[in-house]
T-cell receptor
Framework: TQLLEQSPQFLSIQEGENLTVYCNSSSVFSSLQWYRQEPGEGPVLLVTVVTGGEVKKLKRLTFQFGDARKDSSLHITAAQPGDTGLYLCAGVEQAGTALIFGKGTTLSVSS | NAGVMQNPRHLVRRRGQEARLRCSPMKGHSHVYWYRQLPEEGLKFMVYLQKENIIDESGMPKERFSAEFPKEGPSILRIQQVVRGDSAAYFC?????????????FGPGTRLLVL
């Protein structure tokens, strides 16, 4: 059983469209992070959210942490081909030290 | 201001050989984490170390795998008598303090191929 469920697993859209990626769990997390990973490289941190209900914006990307700190979403406005990549959510459980990853969402944006 | 460094980036070993993977954390970071990424699977935690101490090795296979983070020098993930199933990308991450509220920064990974 995957502790962090990401959906959708694959997403293929046209340039200019909006999209949302979800990260859900039944566990409470002390923090949750979103990473982007390019082929052959390590995950690169996009954002960390720590407070329930928190919303963070990074240009066209909007990240939200659920009020109960069990889920998160990543919304991309007006997607561009440069947004193509693997998006990973990861969190540290309240009583844990290990970063737990979801399986990721592979996004493909075509022009 | 270098990030997390890992070497080698690619490593090819034959079954039964040893693999040594190195990780130099970001400057000022004293916490190191190792993860493994198998094809079609997410990143899985292996071990968490501070300088000279293993804090959590709950994700590490009990046999053939070991990790260290000496007082001086990089952290080393060592795999003895490698088997084909060890082929994967191994990532190291570091943080300045306890990871529960601190961001972990990842290195580029070492891709291990066992022939």
């Amino acid at each position: 059983t995957q502790l962090l469920e990401q959906s959708p697993q694959f997403l293929s859209i046209q340039e200019g469209e909006n999209l949302t990626v979800y990260c859900n769990s039944s566990s409470v997390f002390s923090s949750l992070q979103w990473y982007r990973q390019e082929p052959g490289e390590g995950p690169v941190l996009l954002v960390t959210v720590v407070t329930g209900g928190e919303v963070k914006k990074l240009k066209r990307l909007t990240f939200q942490f659920g009020d109960a700190r069990k889920d998160s979403s990543l919304h991309i406005t007006a997607a561009q081909p440069g947004d193509t990549g693997l998006y990973l959510c990861a969190g540290v459980e309240q009583a844990g030290t290990a970063l737990i990853f979801g399986k990721g969402t592979t996004l493909s944006v075509s022009s | 201001n270098a990030g997390v460094m890992q070497n080698p980036r690619h490593l090819v070993r034959r079954r039964g050989q040893e693999a040594r993977l190195r990780c130099s954390p970001m400057k000022g970071h004293s916490h190191v984490y190792w993860y493994r990424q198998l094809p079609e699977e997410g990143l899985k935690f292996m071990v968490y170390l501070q300088k000279e101490n293993i804090i959590d090795e709950s994700g590490m296979p009990k046999e053939r795998f070991s990790a260290e983070f000496p007082k001086e020098g990089p952290s080393i993930l060592r795999i003895q008598q490698v088997v084909r199933g060890d082929s994967a990308a191994y990532f190291c991450a570091s943080s300045p303090r306890d990871s529960r509220r601190e961001t972990q920064y990842f290195g580029p990974g070492t891709r291990l191929l066992v022939l």
